[in-house]
Each structure stands twice: as C-alpha cells, then as structure tokens.
C-alpha cells in the first residue's frame, strides 16, 4: 500500500512539474502568437493526442454509449482546462514562472480541501483537521518567504 502510494505521489509530482513546464510554453505562445489562438492551439495538440491515444487503447469499448448518464456539470473540465491555460499563460509573464506557480499551488491546495471535505464532484468526503490548518498556515508562510524580495 505504501509503496503504491509512493507512485501516486510521484505520478502527481511529475504532473505538477509538467505543468510548470507548460506554463512557460504556453506563456512563450502567448506571447509570439497571442493568447486565444495558444490557448486554441495547445487545446487542439492536446485534442489530437488524447484522440490518437482512444484509437490505440479503447478498443471494443463504446464511449457513446457511456455518455448519457454522466451529470452536464463533469463536462466542464474542458471550458476550465482552457481557463487554466489562458490564466497560466497570462500570469507568468507578469509574475515569473516561481511566483505564478506559488499561487496556483496555493489556490489548488485550498480549492482541493474544500473539495475532499465537503465531498464535492462525487469524491470521497475526507474531513479537514487541524493537521491541515497547521499545513495550510505553514503554506502561507512559506509562500511570504517565496514572494518577497
């Protein structure tokens, strides 16, 4: 179990990294192309990579007829996924790759507690401690110490 979870971690670790990454991809976009067409454009690569993987791995599955029992409001994940690129690609340039990034974390942190305590968008309910009072505190601490001068 521990050793699963370890992967997990690893796996999110190494999302968090990409995005940074991403971040200053699409900021670069942004700026020789202009925001809407880079946040079109990284939408539409990541639109023709998720197609490529379906054809190569959703074989004999039908997804059509998987739709129609899924709520309208887990469909938002795309409009937000072009709100998160947009918002990074504006940020970083402004703000600098660390301090974009200190509060997306930040944010994310808090956005996703209120999700896993009051059990939002069908995940499971796990309560808010104060363990994660203390880490959040700390959080802002250390944030300060990032951001200042």
């Known amino acids: 179990m521990v050793k699963l979870n370890i992967l997990f971690i690893f796996i999110a670790g190494l999302a968090g990294a990409l995005m940074a990454v991403q971040g200053s991809l699409n900021s670069?976009?942004?700026?020789k192309l202009g925001l809407l067409p880079a946040t079109f454009s990284v939408q539409f690569l990541g639109t023709l990579t998720v197609g490529g993987l379906l054809l190569v791995f959703m074989k004999g599955e039908s997804l059509l007829q998987k739709l129609p029992g899924i709520p309208f409001y887990f469909w938002?994940?795309?409009?937000?996924?072009?709100?998160?690129?947009?918002?990074?690609?504006?940020?970083i340039p402004k703000l600098?790759?660390?301090?974009?990034?200190?509060?997306?974390?930040f944010f994310q942190?808090?956005?996703?507690?209120?999700i896993d305590h009051f059990?939002?968008?069908?995940?499971?309910?796990?309560?808010?401690?104060?363990?994660?009072?203390i880490g959040i505190v700390l959080m802002v601490i250390g944030?300060?110490?990032?951001?200042r001068k």
Not at 109 to 114: G, P, W
């Open 28 to 31: 670069y976009l942004g700026e």
């Open 76 to 91: 938002l994940g795309g409009p937000i996924g072009v709100a998160i690129i947009y918002g990074v690609a504006v940020a």
């Open 96 to 105: 600098g790759v660390g301090i974009a990034t200190t509060g997306i974390i």
């Open 109 to 114: 942190l808090i956005t996703a507690y209120l």
């Open 119 to 133: 059990g939002l968008f069908n995940q499971e309910t796990i309560p808010f401690t104060i363990g994660k009072v």
């Open 143 to 147: 944030a300060f110490l990032l951001l």
